[in-house]
């Protein structure tokens, strides 16, 4: 069973930097496409960025390209999201997101609580 938890979030200044976690406490994670998502107050959950299973293809949201890096450690079983040059718009609460073993297409089966990040002015 895929069990994700989210760690990293916090209030921050335009221009720093954080890097999110998100640990899987289940036995697939190296077969698991990993994703994060964020949703804003008011607005729809959107996609961030996705990494293969092996870690080899990663995809990113237009908004956070060249800004953002997602990178997975399977001995851990935990997948990061480096942001630097935050910016107001990038509040949010970010989501971690798996899809099931060796799948590629197709939805995000499992999800995490989210942890909360707040770019101040």
């Known amino acids: 069973q895929v069990q994700l938890v989210e760690g990293g979030g916090g209030l921050v200044q335009v221009g720093d930097s954080l890097r999110l976690s998100c640990v899987d406490s289940?036995?697939?994670?190296?077969?698991?496409?990993m994703g994060w998502f964020r949703q804003a107050p008011g607005k729809e959950r959107e996609f961030v960025a996705s990494?293969?299973?092996?870690?080899?293809?990663?995809v990113y949201a237009d908004s956070v390209k060249g800004r953002f890096a997602i990178s997975r450690d399977n001995a851990k079983n935990t997948v990061y999201l480096q942001m630097n040059n935050l910016k107001p718009g990038d509040t949010a609460v970010y989501l971690c997101?798996?899809?099931?073993?060796?799948?590629?297409?197709?939805?995000?089966?499992?999800w995490g609580q989210g942890t909360q990040v707040t770019v101040s002015s």
């Open positions: 997101a798996a899809k099931a073993p060796l799948v590629e297409a197709g939805p995000y089966n499992y």
């Open positions: 289940g036995r697939t994670f190296s077969r698991n496409m």
């Open positions: 990494i293969s299973y092996r870690g080899g293809r990663t």
